[in-house]
């Protein structure tokens, strides 16, 4: 529901006055998030230095707690993204609503929103580390 509420304003700005603003805010997200990796090899007395990367042939999760724990690092991980970033949309909405009273509310309803969601996920963490702490055997289950 979120997605389709978000591809419609999508379409509807890209069906008004903001194509080229909407173009170059994607294309200047496109830059900052392309990963850029820079080796820096230095020769030694006796030749280059030749980098090596090894993985881990341990891939997964040794017990049933760590992989408890990590969806419940991650899941908070994502929810505080998706906030962020929604947090990010609705100030670029509140910014280009201009004279438009109705969108400028409905920017400062989705603000509102996004705040909410932090702290509704902030008091999730902060809960599950005092449970941690207060009931016994926890902590060796959820490690936050």
Do not use: C
């Not at 996920?121 to 902590?139: F, Q, R």
Request: glycine share 8%.
């Amino acid at each position: 529901m979120l997605l389709a509420n978000f591809l419609k304003e999508v379409k509807e700005m890209l069906s008004k006055k903001h194509k080229n603003l909407l173009g170059s805010l994607l294309f200047w997200l496109a830059g900052a998030m392309a990963p850029a990796a820079v080796w820096a090899v230095t020769p030694a007395d006796d030749g280059p230095v030749n980098p090596t990367i090894q993985f881990s042939p341990n891939i997964g999760f040794s017990s049933i707690q760590d992989a408890f724990s990590a969806a419940v690092r991650w899941g908070i991980f994502f929810a505080i993204l998706v906030a962020g970033l929604y947090l990010v949309y609705a100030g670029f909405r509140y910014v280009t609503a201009g004279d438009d009273a109705g969108q400028a509310e409905k920017a400062r309803t989705m603000i509102a929103n996004a705040v909410i969601g932090v702290i509704i996920v902030a008091s999730v963490w902060l809960l599950l580390k005092i449970m941690t702490m207060v009931i016994p055997g926890l902590s060796t289950i959820l490690i936050l």
